[in-house]
């Protein structure tokens, strides 16, 4: 995140000076059925990741912890002034991440949405949610310690999983829409189909490495109910996400952080103290920003 200081020419969105961003992918093949279909973060054959990743030409993409970023201009975003950059920097990645499946599987008015998780993505989900009108918003999480914030994120509702051994009987088929933000494998996930009304959707954002439980396949036709997972977001996602938190005044919770505190802001995120993105600011440009 940060201000252009050179164009390529055949860049047309960009000018120098402009506030802009690459978020989590930084390039694709642009020539595959994905990409024509604005769906570049399933390239199967080009794609680069902005963190540590390789581009055709062996060249390396250095992810938020250099001072310059070159990355070709289709994955840079403009970014509108009405959105400071510590708070845009994170929308790029963990926003687009969950704006992205709640947008594709129709959140909004007439649905009932549940969040799954209530951290650095859950909450982004839980303000998505609430900006775009569903008629409920339930966060669960493990235990009511977020309880309060998740309240003041937008949620209507709160599920603390371990705290009731019959929480999945008393909430079952409530919810249109599920997104879960957790990456362990040991997440209860008969339980949360559980809550899936007829119809309804289990979307997985989160990346756990290892396998999930079983579970009985009946979860899913008895209900005509669909599983399914979501990978960050295109560059247009990213765009009309930030034009939406724009006109809907949606601003992400964050902790600003020097870059020189990275090492630490990461065992910090690992024990869970985040509240609830860190966000790294490299001082060197960002105090000629004025950031």
């Not at 900006?131 to 309880?147: F, N, P, Q, Y």
């Not at 949360?192 to 990346?207: H, K």
């Not at 952080?257 to 993105?277: C, F, I, P, T």
Request: charge should be positive; charged fraction near 25%; hydrophobic fraction near 35%.
């Amino acid at each position: 995140m940060g201000t252009a200081v050179k164009v390529g020419k055949n860049v047309k969105h960009l000018k120098l000076g402009d506030r802009c961003g690459v978020g989590a992918q930084s390039s694709s093949c642009l020539d595959c059925e994905e990409c024509a279909n604005g769906e570049e973060q399933h390239c199967p054959k080009g794609n680069v990741g902005t963190y540590n990743g390789q581009y055709p030409d062996g060249s390396k993409s250095y992810g938020g912890y250099a001072d310059y970023c070159r990355a070709p201009g289709h994955f840079i975003v403009k970014i509108p002034d009405a959105i400071p950059l510590d708070e845009a920097a994170p929308m790029l990645c963990g926003g687009v991440t969950v704006w992205s499946p709640l947008k594709k599987n129709g959140a909004g008015p007439g649905k009932r949405v549940g969040i799954v998780g209530i951290g650095g993505l859950g909450h982004f989900g839980l303000l998505w949610a609430k900006a775009l009108g569903c008629d409920e918003v339930v966060a669960i999480s493990r235990t009511s310690s977020k309880a309060a914030d998740a309240k003041k994120m937008g949620a209507d509702r709160f599920i603390a999983t371990d705290e009731d051994d019959k929480w999945a009987k008393k909430n079952s088929r409530s919810l249109d829409l599920i997104i879960s933000t957790v990456s362990s494998p040991k997440m209860p996930i008969s339980s949360y189909l559980q809550l899936l009304r007829t119809n309804g959707q289990f979307i997985q954002v989160g990346a756990p490495e290892d396998a999930i439980p079983a579970f009985n396949i009946f979860a899913l036709i008895m209900k005509s109910a669909k599983i399914g997972g979501s990978a960050i977001g295109s560059p247009a996602d990213i765009a009309e996400m930030l034009d939406f938190a724009v006109k809907h005044n949606v601003h992400p919770i964050i902790q600003v952080r020097d870059l020189k505190e990275a090492n630490a802001a990461s065992v910090d995120m690992d024990q869970g103290k985040a509240r609830y993105r860190y966000v790294l600011r490299n001082a060197k440009h960002a105090d000629e920003l004025g950031v």
